[in-house]
């Protein structure tokens, strides 16, 4: 179940601060909603649904470090 149709920027932007570790981003939402610069709505489904997520990641580029790389490039 993919929620979003913009859901791959908004992952790598989320999964970006959530590597950083400079949020925890549950009990610190607010300040990782700012940093990931998406709305709260998106961001709620991305937590609600990371693992979806992350197992359609895995599936598709075989870790969530390839999909990392790839998008990085991306201008999001």
Request: proline content about 1%; glycine content about 2%.
């Amino acid at each position: 179940m993919i929620v979003s149709k913009d859901w791959k920027p908004n992952f790598y932007k989320y999964e970006k601060v959530r590597r950083s570790g400079r949020y925890n981003m549950i009990m610190e939402a607010r300040q990782a909603i700012k940093a990931c610069d998406i709305s709260s709505r998106e961001y709620r489904d991305i937590l609600l649904n990371y693992n979806v997520y992350k197992r359609y990641v895995e599936a598709k580029y075989g870790t969530i470090d390839n999909f990392m790389r790839k998008h990085k490039k991306c201008d999001y």
